[in-house]
């Protein structure tokens, strides 16, 4: 069996239904993927942010967060935003 950088790094595929309910999919990086799990969880925006450093440099955090909560809201994975309780 023939391997590719590529295909290690998307061992995930996403797959949700849009406005129009029709299916969409597209890979997952595994960063995406801890941080969609976090978030599912209920996880703040903050701890997600604090998990990206396993994976980026401090001063990339906020750029690579924003581009996933933007890919998120624009394919309509978030549709909305909570505070949450205190514990």
């Given at each position: 069996a023939k391997s590719s950088a590529a295909s290690d790094v998307y061992k995930r595929q996403l797959l949700w239904r849009d406005t129009?309910?029709?299916?969409?999919f597209r890979p997952l990086?595994?960063?995406e993927y801890a941080l969609?799990?976090?978030?599912?969880s209920g996880e703040t925006f903050s701890t997600l942010c604090e998990s990206l450093l396993g994976w980026h440099p401090e001063h990339e955090v906020s750029s690579v967060s924003l581009h996933y909560i933007?890919?998120?809201l624009?394919?309509?994975?978030?549709?909305?935003?909570?505070?949450?309780t205190p514990r």
């Amino acid at each position: 069996a023939k391997s590719s950088a590529a295909s290690d790094v998307y061992k995930r595929q996403l797959l949700w239904r849009d406005t129009d309910r029709l299916s969409q999919f597209r890979p997952l990086e595994e960063n995406e993927y801890a941080l969609l799990l976090q978030a599912i969880s209920g996880e703040t925006f903050s701890t997600l942010c604090e998990s990206l450093l396993g994976w980026h440099p401090e001063h990339e955090v906020s750029s690579v967060s924003l581009h996933y909560i933007t890919a998120w809201l624009e394919q309509n994975l978030i549709t909305k935003i909570a505070t949450p309780t205190p514990r």
